[in-house]
Nanobody
C-alpha cells in the first residue's frame, strides 16, 4: 500500500529549527511529486513547498522561502522540510502529500504537529 508518514514535529521556542520528515512506503519519492502543507486551527490548508518527481526541481512558497527548505533523499525514500527561525505563526499541523498544489487528491500523511512558543 502507498503511504506517507510525517515526523519531526514538536514544541519549540521561537527561533528554533525543526526538520520534518516525510517517509514514503509503497512508492518512491523520486517518482512522485511530494509536497508539504500546513493547517492551523481555523485556517485553510496552506501549500508550503514541493519536490517534483524525477528530475524535477523544487520550490518553496515565498512566504516562508527565507526560512524553509525542501530536500529529498531517495536512498531513505524521504522528503524533508527544514524549518529555521520558527515563529509562533508557524504553529500548525504539517502534512506531506503526493501533490504539489492540493488539487489532485493524492496520498496524504496524517500530519505532524508543530507548536512554536514565543
Amino acid at each position: 500500500q502507498e503511504q506517507l508518514a510525517e515526523s519531526g514535529g514538536g514544541a519549540v521556542q521561537a527561533g528554533a529549527s525543526l526538520r520534518l520528515s516525510c517517509v514514503a512506503s509503497g512508492l518512491r519519492v523520486d517518482l512522485y511529486s511530494i509536497g508539504w502543507f500546513r493547517q492551523a486551527p481555523g485556517n485553510k490548508r496552506e501549500g508550503l513547498s514541493c519536490f517534483a518527481s524525477g528530475a524535477g526541481g523544487s520550490w518553496v512558497t515565498p512566504s516562508v522561502s527565507d526560512r524553509f527548505t525542501i530536500s529529498r533523499d531517495s536512498t531513505k525514500n524521504t522528503v524533508y522540510l527544514q524549518m529555521n527561525n520558527l515563529k509562533p505563526d508557524d504553529t500548525a499541523v504539517y502534512y506531506c502529500a503526493t501533490d504539489c498544489y492540493d488539487d489532485y487528491g493524492g496520498i496524504w500523511g496524517r500530519g505532524t504537529q508543530v507548536i512554536v512558543s514565543a
